[in-house]
């Protein structure tokens, strides 16, 4: 009998020792040491053995139980030691290796242009309004004093979406809407696009952008509207740069005038920039028609203001040089990066 318990336990020694994974450890665990385990089942046999014999069986077979759970225990720690190793080995991240580049975008010069602008301006105080690019006649043209025989209004400069709505062909529709809906002091300008019925040439687009601004308060003369605007041509075009005023005319403001800017490339000197006169031609400019102050029910025996627009496209192109407005539209990446 204990011959027997020998031999099963030098053959149980012998398979543990090829065990190669924790399934086959813990499959060789439960066929020796289990309820129905070979081990097990031989100690069983004990019961029916003379007393020294069964000493000498049980002594044998308790050390070998000790030493075959031993041996499974150890053989199973490695392997999940090695199951482990491989997982670590798997998840590992190479923090050496180049990442995935996302290509980076650039802002477009309109974009650029527009936040120069609104900068200098906010630098003195101004706040952003906003307007539909979608707007009304009324708005667009009637509120800014441009009655129904004006020009503009024609059906070959503007694009009409209804007898009364329209693609806004000025900011100065925003004018209107913010003298609805503020009370004097006002001070905004009005960034946006436009549209008008024009055929896309090297200086003309259907679609384009404009900066209003517009001032109401106490007491504003022309002084003041001179001051702000030669301040802001010298924040936008250099220090040195010198403004001039010309007599003009616009429905929505009396006396109106455009303002020239020194040309920053010769300094007045003439050059191909300002055609030899040494004046760019930057903005128009008024002080507002008491006509429209009274659109928006604003005291003008109390009140005064001033406004101004200017065309995003020109001032970009003046300042960067470009000498197509249709590039601004074509998206060609090539043109884009440039202005990063
Ligand atoms: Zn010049």
Redesign the pocket.
Known sequence: MIDNLKAMIDEAMHRLESVASLEDAENLRVKILGKKGELTEMMKSMKDMAPEQRKEFGAVANEARTRIEKTISDKMDYFRELKKQAEFAAETIDVTEPGIVTPLGAKHLISITIDEISRVFMDMGFSVAEGPEVETVFNNFDALNAGPNHPARDITDTFYITDDVLLRTQTSSVQVRTLLAKKPPIKVIAPGRCFRCDTPDATHSPMFHQVEGLVVGEGITMADLKGVLDSFAKQMFGPDSRTKFRPHHFPFTEPSAEMDV???????????????????EILGCGMVHPNVLKVGGIDTEKYTGFAFGMGVERIAMLKYGVDDIRLLYENDIRFIRQFK
């Open positions: 020194s040309c920053f490339k010769c300094g007045g000197a003439g050059c191909n920039i300002c055609k030899g006169s040494g004046w760019i």
